[in-house]
Structure formats: C-alpha cells, structure tokens
Nanobody, 115 residues
C-alpha cells in the first residue's frame, strides 16, 4: 500500500496550490479519502474529506471555503485545491485512506506560505 503526496512548495500569501495524492496497493474506489495537515508544534488536523464515490465532501469551519477536495477514481488520485493561502496554512499535508478494510497514511508534502 502506498499513498504518495505531491504538489507542495513555497508560495506567497494569497496564492494557490493543488496537492495530489496517488494511491496504489488497495482498492482506491472503496475508500473514503481525507487530507490532514500538521503545523510545527501542533496536532494533526483534518482539512477535507470525500467519500468513496466522490459525491460527498466535508470541510471543517476553519477552512472557510478556501479548499476543495476531489478525486479521480480511474486515476487512483485525490486532490486538494487550496486557494487564498495564508501563512497559517503552513504545514505538512497528509492524505489518508479510510475503509472497513483499513486506514492508510501518506508520508506528507510540505506547504510553506510566506512572503
């Protein structure tokens, strides 16, 4: 099982980034997917979730409508579009796969928002 995040980097406040998480080794279309983030010295927190079919999404209030999660099941990939980035969005972003069959985590991609 592998979850490989990509797309992180250094951006300025107000800019956008699109993260990707490529999955292998399990039945991707049977798993709900989530994005989490962990800032230095803070606990890991949920930023977005999507069900296995891609028809239902969830965002915590703290995201304020700036992020969009989506998935492409044939490509076995989940995305996180992040707009209007703020310095407080700086964190390592992780994807997570969840099913009755198990829970899997990726290794993360670093997003730094700084001027």
């Amino acid at each position: 099982v592998q979850l490989v995040e990509s797309g992180g980097g250094l951006v300025q406040p107000g800019e956008s980034l699109r993260l990707s998480c490529a999955a292998s080794g399990f039945i991707f279309s049977s798993y709900a997917m989530s994005w989490y983030r962990q800032a230095p010295g803070k606990e890991r927190e949920l930023v977005a979730s999507i069900d296995s079919a891609g028809g239902s999404t969830f965002y915590p209030d703290s995201i304020e409508g700036r992020f969009t999660i989506s998935r492409d099941n044939p490509k076995r990939t989940v995305y996180l579009q992040m707009n209007s980035l703020k310095p407080e969005d700086t964190a390592v972003y992780y994807c997570k796969a969840i099913s009755v069959g198990g829970v899997y985590w990726g290794t993360g991609t670093l997003v730094t928002v700084s001027s």
